[in-house]
């Protein structure tokens, strides 16, 4: 598009007049600053979109904790800045706020009476951070499968309390990257793709975390070399998908796509024939790892074709 330059004061400066689209896109103001870079023999004009505080009260209903954390996640994750929960009862608020300590980056309580609770957002969130945080979510979810493997080749469970902290940050992560999205902090044409990929990324975390508390109620804990030398195929496998994401190679996607799939429909088939006892359900994890692993392939290629 082009337009008239307009002649500014007496200095010699000029100014332009900015699309309207992109003005109310942006939801600029009169007195809002704009950054203007030289990219060779143009201007880049680049402004981080303002938005209005959204505020909301609900009566939070359920006593249960999974549906708790579930409806405030959401609400996070919709760039809620101001939630005020009301008709809330002593237990509900003790789960408020371990909800909110494990899985609300930047959200604190600052106010609270005997039936209500205000939560606000006090750190908000930077697109700038994105890419940082989805390689974090990566790294934390390799130390899981590492933990965890150690787990299963030694037969007893060491390590589940790291693990659910591994999964709380990771999740914490996870809800940080989807609200950066609905606040409009991280933007750009394919963007439900990277939401494929975070919603894959929890998933797995979820697995590792619930394989690992299964493993810890058994009495004895025997796992069949066949099985150990599956799950370090896996782990093998998450370690490339990682690896080719972030090179933009889509060869090694490719290769993760197609050996996770034999792996569900080949390896874990096959061992769970002749399985038994807690040793299927274990199988059932290692088939529900290939099926995320192999399915985040799908949104990571969206993002990486050109």
């Known amino acids: 598009m082009k337009r008239k330059l307009i002649k500014q004061g007496g200095g010699g400066g000029m100014t332009v007049y900015l699309p ?15 950054d203007i870079l030289e990219v060779g023999e143009g201007l880049l004009f680049s402004a981080e979109t303002i938005l209005d505080k959204k505020e909301i009260t609900i009566d939070l209903k359920s006593s249960e904790k999974k549906i708790i954390r579930t409806q405030l996640s959401d609400l996070y994750r919709l760039g809620y800045d101001k939630i005020k929960l009301v008709g809330v009862n002593k237990e509900q ?51 899981t499968f590492e933990l965890v493997k150690l787990d299963l080749a030694e037969g007893q469970v060491n390590n589940l309390k790291r693990v659910e902290k591994l999964t709380s940050k990771v999740g914490q992560y996870n809800n940080f990257c989807r609200r950066n999205i609905s606040k409009k902090k991280f933007t750009e044409e394919r963007i439900n793709f990277h939401w494929g990929v975070y919603t894959y990324l929890i ?80 199988l059932y994890y290692f088939g529900e790892l290939s099926r995320l692993i192999y399915l985040t392939t799908s949104p990571m290629l969206g993002i990486l074709l050109e």
């Open 203 to 282: 998933l797995i975390q979820s697995s590792l975390k619930h394989l690992c508390k299964f493993l810890a109620k058994q009495k004895s804990l025997v796992i069949s070399k066949e099985s150990l030398k599956l799950f370090n195929k896996l782990e093998s496998e998450f370690d490339l998908l990682y690896s080719s994401f972030f090179k933009k190679d889509l060869s090694g996607l490719e290769k993760v796509n197609n050996s996770c799939r034999k792996v569900l429909y080949g390896e874990v088939y096959s061992l769970l024939k002749k399985s038994k006892g807690e040793g299927t359900i274990v």
């Open 93 to 143: 608020i003790e789960y408020v706020e371990t909800s909110v300590e494990e899985f609300l980056l930047g959200v604190e309580i600052t106010g609270k009476g005997t039936d209500y609770l205000i939560l606000e957002n006090v750190a908000e969130p930077s697109g700038k951070k994105q890419e940082t945080l989805v390689r974090r979510m990566f790294l934390l979810i390799k130390e």
């Open 20 to 34: 309207k689209k992109w003005i109310d896109l942006k939801n600029l103001k009169p007195g809002n600053e704009i």
